[in-house]
């Protein structure tokens, strides 16, 4: 924001905001004591030619807006704009778009964001103005013939979140999704409203489900799904089945450089059906030990004898997880001698035991020691790894 203060008694121009989106409702303040012309009546300034106030976007202009002072003797006046936007399809959806206020050639879909003209000679709280994607919004002040406060700021789109509210759910419950974006502020009158795509495991076509902003001027919107685990899915209810993956997804039609205006991005967010488990705790591994061709627990081995490095696998999680048993043996120089793997799957609480033989070609001190991973191709660990010493004669 910058400024060009007068040498008389004025404050530079304010704004609520650093950052505007294309359809803000913008509020202005100018400390003018000066222009406190009647200190027991509500005075006026910007609304002539001696000493207007001019409202600018980049392609757009409200000449002589007025503001009002806040009260007898204040010499603080204030008032308010809205931004239009412009003709664009801001939801993804043909059916609705936003329309400027002063665009009669908008084709897309109804009207969401109806406004009047623009008015050149308003204020203080009926002003519209048409507003970019990427764009600035710059208020003057002519404070006399010589001297004028100046104050700006940018008009910018930006990227949309979406969350679900809790990282897992029962399965007989709801579910609340939450979507920030103040570029879908589209009426800053009113309590606007979005759809979003809402999907399961069980369910991959899932649900349309609208969300809606928690108040005015929030950019914030929320919408509430009903889970069963019996009944299929309609309207806000979504089938799912224990363990599933709930996923939510928003469609951003209103991006930010580097992006254009015809750019659309899926921002999407998942929540679980069931207890959350932590990464290392997904599986568990005991009772690992050396064992004979037998199941016999070996204190010692020699040379060219088969042995077994065998663990106790315990699933942590009430769904089914893909696993990978491997074994890695070094020898006292820190060199890996012996590598190994099998593959499966956990049932939801199985207990199993896994086992990779080794048969040792020299005499040594060997380290051996189990991971548990999702899979070979993704080392994504299910629990803490166990190392074993093995002593070879």
């Keep these: 924001m910058t400024y060009v203060t007068p040498a008389h008694a004025a404050s530079p121009l304010g704004f609520d ?19 406190d012309f ?3 009546s509500i005075d006026e300034i910007g609304n002539d030619s001696f000493n207007p106030v001019k409202i600018s976007t980049r392609g757009h202009t ?8 806040t009260g007898p003797s204040t010499g603080i006046f204030t008032g308010e704009i809205i931004l239009t936007g412009f003709c664009h399809d801001a939801d993804g959806n043909t059916n609705t778009g936003i329309q400027s206020r002063n665009s009669s050639e908008c084709n897309i879909g109804d009207d969401t964001n109806p406004r009047t003209e623009p008015s050149q000679n308003g204020g203080p709280t009926n002003g519209f103005l048409e507003a970019d994607n990427d764009d600035g919004i710059t208020i003057s002040f002519e404070y006399t013939e010589n001297e004028t406060v100046l104050g700006s700021a940018p008009i910018r789109w930006s990227v949309g979140e979406v969350q679900w509210l809790e990282t897992s759910y029962p399965a007989i419950g709801t579910g609340i999704i939450r979507v920030i ?16 795509d809402v999907w399961s495991d069980s369910d991959a076509g899932g649900i349309d489900l609208t969300v809606t902003e928690t108040g005015e001027m929030t950019g914030v919107f929320e919408g509430t799904v009903f889970f069963s685990t019996t009944n299929e899915s309609s309207g806000s209810r979504l089938l799912i089945a224990k363990g599933d993956t709930v996923t939510a997804e928003y469609e951003d039609n209103t991006l930010p450089n580097p992006y254009t205006i015809s750019d659309e991005i899926d921002v999407t967010s998942t929540s679980i059906i069931g207890t959350v488990v932590s990464p290392l705790e997904r599986a568990s ?6 064992v004979d061709s037998f199941g016999n627990t070996l204190g010692g081995v020699s040379v060219d004898q088969q042995i077994q490095i065998t663990c106790d696998l315990a699933s ?5 997880q893909q696993f990978t048993y491997l074994v890695q043996i070094k020898n006292s120089d820190d060199v890996t001698v012996h590598l190994s793997w099998i ?3 956990f049932l939801p609480g199985q207990v199993l035991s896994s086992s990779l033989s080794w048969i040792p070609q020299t005499p040594g001190i060997y380290d051996a020691t189990v991971f548990v991973w999702e899979n070979i191709d993704d080392p994504t660990p299910l629990t803490n790894p166990v190392s074993l010493t093995v002593n070879v004669n």
């Design 38 to 40: 009647d200190i027991h």
């Design 285 to 290: 591994l005991d009772e690992c030990k050396i």
């Design 181 to 196: 974006d103040p570029d879908m502020n589209l009426n800053p009158e009113a309590v606007d409203n979005l759809v979003i």
């Design 62 to 69: 409200l000449d002589q807006y007025k503001l009002v002072e």
């Design 343 to 345: 593959a499966g799957t």
């Design 316 to 320: 942590g999680q009430d769904k089914k």
């Design 17 to 35: 905001k650093a950052t505007y989106t294309w359809t803000d409702k913008i509020f202005i303040t100018i400390v003018a004591p000066d222009f």
